[in-house]
Antibody, heavy 114, light 107 residues
Framework: QVQLKESGPGLVQPSQTLSLTCTVSGFSLTSNSVSWVRQPPGKGLEWMGA???????DYNSALKSRLSISRDTSKSQVFLKMNSLQTEDTAIYFC????????WGQGVMVTVSS | DIQMTQSPSLLSASVGDRVTINCKAS??????LNWYQQKLGEAPKLLIYNTNNLQTGIPSRFSGSGSGTDYTLTISSLQPEDFGTYFC?????????FGGGTKLELK
């Protein structure tokens, strides 16, 4: 069955870099895109960026200067790296499949604090 | 960026009610509009894709309509499990954007 699971540190210091991994199963990264979406506590959803089946990427222009998405197809993993973190980057980070976002991971809470 | 404005932001309704949630885009999004339901502590769940296509496994009481800049999610007869927050989402233009959400609560 299709599954996605995010992993990464729960706490990041301001100005540091966030690194998250989305491990997928039940589908191929060479046939499906994966997006990252985040949600600050009690707030709405923000699409961050996507990596396409061919390996190209697209990013939210608001985050583009700080964000990088990559993958390792042999490990079925998608990576998110975002630098210069600030307190407003505190959020639940989700990975999700395709353009429909039909399957989601459970999310990982990331707190930016010293 | 395309702005997605949902209304109302809060909706109080009773079991059995017919409810509609609206989503207005700041420009034409060519029906590339999805709807998601989110319950507290959970990931969003896809209900409707590309305006009016019901996702597999979603009850038929959910339906979507619209075109151009105006879109609607309708629940024909509200069930207890339908309470939560609903988000619209456009994937017509970069960056893809979500609406601010509509919280559907028990009256």
């Amino acid at each position: 069955q299709v599954q996605l699971k995010e992993s990464g540190p729960g706490l990041v210091q301001p100005s540091q870099t966030l690194s998250l991994t989305c491990t997928v199963s039940g589908f191929s990264l060479t046939s499906n895109s994966v997006s990252w979406v985040r949600q600050p506590p009690g707030k709405g959803l923000e699409w961050m960026g996507a990596i396409w089946s061919g390996g190209s990427t697209d990013y939210n222009s608001a985050l583009k200067s700080r964000l990088s998405i990559s993958r390792d197809t042999s490990k079925s993993q998608v990576f998110l790296k975002m630098n210069s973190l600030q307190t407003e980057d505190t959020a639940i980070y989700f990975c999700t499949r395709g353009t429909r976002f039909d399957y989601w991971g459970q999310g990982v809470m990331v707190t930016v604090s010293s | 960026d395309i702005q997605m404005t949902q209304s109302p932001s809060l909706l109080s309704a009773s079991v059995g009610d017919r409810v509609t949630i609206n989503c207005k885009a700041s420009q034409n999004i060519n029906k590339y509009l999805n709807w998601y339901q989110q319950k507290l502590g959970e990931a969003p769940k896809l209900l409707i894709y590309n305006t009016n296509n019901l996702q597999t496994g979603i009850p038929s009481r959910f339906s979507g309509s619209g075109s151009g800049t105006d879109y609607t999610l309708t629940i024909s007869s509200l069930q207890p499990e339908d309470f939560g927050t609903y988000f619209c989402f456009q994937h017509n233009s970069w960056p893809w954007t979500f609406g601010g959400g509509t919280k559907l609560e028990l009256k």
